[in-house]
């Protein structure tokens, strides 16, 4: 009986194995697959997200500070005398 169970294990446990290695790797292919296409949908939708609009407290928001800053920025501020 031993004897039966080897020749069973060798004759058709590589082609057992070759199959389940074959399951696995499509498994691990899917999952790829998936946690692609779910990332793929992530990144569009955060494209495609309407930026909302930044409250008065944030920086770059006070056009009057950002129009004295350009203003001394591009003032001419050599004063030469004749």
Excluded: F
Excluded at 9 to 27: D, E, F, K, N, S
Excluded at 60 to 65: A, E, K, P, Q, S
């Amino acid at each position: 009986m031993p004897d039966r169970l080897i020749d069973l294990a060798l004759v058709y446990g590589p082609g057992v194995a070759v199959c389940a290695i074959a399951w696995l790797a499509r498994q691990i292919y899917r999952s790829a697959r998936h946690h692609l296409r779910r990332a793929n949908q992530q990144v569009e939708a955060a494209l495609t997200a309407p930026v909302p609009a930044a409250a008065d407290n944030q920086p770059g928001t006070d056009t009057d500070l950002l129009n004295t800053i350009t203003a001394a920025w591009n003032a001419d501020t050599r004063k030469e005398t004749p």
